[in-house]
């Protein structure tokens, strides 16, 4: 009883890993903003539109982009951007209804 038990515990440990490896790679490099970027948000007045702006200041390639959280609206998210070191590009939104909550950078190696 005790061989079959741990038969399936290695079997179930082996699935796992091999479901964890064959997600996509992109998604392993993404990551919020850390030292290699300056990155910063401002909404306008009426609070409807939202305006973002990375800059690379890191040693390598990245793609930055930014998901405008709307309020009740739906959220909207811009495409990505590829920022070579010491470039800097930025992206907006307007948001209905409510307007913009918040403003979310994601950032992958290259």
């Given at each position: 009883?005790?061989?079959k038990l741990r038969a399936l515990t290695v079997g179930a440990l082996l699935l796992a890993g091999t479901v964890?490896?064959?997600?996509?790679?992109?998604?392993?490099?993404?990551?919020?903003?850390?030292?290699?970027?300056?990155?910063?948000?401002?909404?306008?007045?009426?609070?409807?539109?939202?305006?973002?702006?990375?800059?690379?200041?890191?040693?390598?390639?990245?793609?930055?982009?930014?998901?405008?959280?709307?309020?009740?609206?739906?959220?909207?998210?811009?495409?990505?951007?590829?920022?070579?070191?010491?470039?800097?590009?930025?992206?907006?939104?307007?948001?209905?209804?409510?307007?913009?909550?918040?403003?979310?950078?994601?950032?992958?190696?290259?």
């Amino acid at each position: 009883m005790r061989s079959k038990l741990r038969a399936l515990t290695v079997g179930a440990l082996l699935l796992a890993g091999t479901v964890l490896q064959a997600a996509p790679a992109q998604a392993a490099l993404m990551r919020p903003p850390g030292s290699g970027e300056s990155c910063t948000y401002s909404v306008s007045a009426d609070g409807k539109t939202g305006k973002g702006i990375c800059k690379n200041v890191g040693d390598h390639m990245i793609e930055v982009k930014f998901i405008f959280v709307c309020g009740w609206a739906l959220d909207l998210e811009s495409p990505w951007l590829a920022l070579a070191p010491g470039e800097s590009d930025g992206a907006h939104a307007t948001c209905g209804g409510s307007g913009v909550g918040s403003i979310i950078a994601e950032v992958r190696d290259l």
